[in-house]
């Protein structure tokens, strides 16, 4: 059997292919030798495979619920139980960041990310005892500014506590939680991206000289982000940042703009299994 490849990629079939024996074999051939060109062009045309992660927002715990952005400390167990009963693996933000960017080249087949902004202290009170009995990895986005300072913030003790336990990470939340739009509107050019500078390159060197390791991730404060604070993003060391743009983390997407699903007091367990698996957008898809 012969057969030549020109330089456009098309076979010519009937004038190289030598037919022998029967001409109901030879066309039996040519089908299948046609259908393994067909898939295997199909296979080099087709763009990768996406590459999807649910990352979840969390904010502050406890018995009770003071305000939307409280979650039961019993709502969470309910949600970390649901999820190691269907299967799914918390992993590490930074697991997933490396899958997500083609450093990894897998993670377990339903993975999650839990991340918590803010560094309120019910996280050290009333989260921490349930991360620790399901021995899951947790990312805690803080704003320096308010560690030991604030009457509701953790202080650094504590946060190096948690990080001890192996399960908690310390990355950045900008340096003190700003409001970018509002910024830009009222300070100068010249000003505006000395702000930036502290918010982000700050933020990052107090929490390196703090926590004694690199910071490598942000979470965009209020989720406001722009090309121009990305791109400053990148220039202060930042490897990714993530937003509150309720979708699912993913390799089409900037990685200095990954969505995550905030999880707040007004969901219930419905609402939770639908932004994990997925189904959420295809919800309000069909309620347009």
Avoid at 121 to 135: E, F, N, Q, T, W
Avoid at 140 to 158: C, D, G, K, N, V
Wanted: include cysteine; aromatic fraction near 12%.
């Amino acid at each position: 059997m012969n057969w030549i490849l020109k330089a456009d990629g098309m076979i010519n079939l009937s004038k190289h292919f030598l037919f022998k024996g029967s001409n109901l074999n030879n066309r039996k051939i040519l089908l299948y030798f046609v259908l393994i060109i067909f898939l295997f062009t199909g296979f080099l045309w087709s763009g990768p495979i996406e590459k999807k992660i649910p990352i979840l927002c969390y904010h502050r715990f406890g018995s009770v619920v003071n305000d939307s952005m409280t979650i039961k400390i019993r709502a969470f167990d309910e949600q970390l139980a649901w999820l190691k009963s269907n299967g799914y693996t918390v992993i590490s933000l930074d697991s997933a960041i490396k899958y997500l960017k083609g450093e990894f080249t897998s993670i377990p087949a339903k993975s999650v990310v839990i991340t918590v902004d803010d560094g309120h202290k019910s996280v050290y009170y009333d989260m921490a005892p349930l991360v620790i009995k399901y021995r899951i990895p947790v990312t805690l986005f803080i704003y320096p500014s308010a560690i030991s300072r604030a009457t509701y913030a953790m202080t650094w003790e504590q946060l190096r506590k948690l990080e001890a336990t192996s399960f908690f990470r310390v990355e950045s939340h900008t340096y003190w939680h700003p409001n970018f739009k509002r910024e830009k509107k009222k300070l100068s050019p010249d000003e505006y991206a000395k702000f930036v500078d502290k918010q982000l390159s700050g933020a990052k060197q107090i929490l390196e000289e703090k926590m004694g390791h690199e910071i490598k991730y942000l979470a965009w404060a209020f989720g406001i982000y722009d090309n121009e604070l990305e791109a400053k993003a990148i220039q202060s060391g930042y490897i990714a940042a993530l937003t509150i743009d309720r979708a699912h983390a993913s390799s089409s997407k900037k990685i200095t703009s990954q969505p995550r699903y905030m999880v707040v007091s007004r969901h219930n367990m419905k609402a939770f299994e639908q932004m994990v698996s997925a189904e959420e957008a295809k919800e309000g898809k069909k309620g347009k």
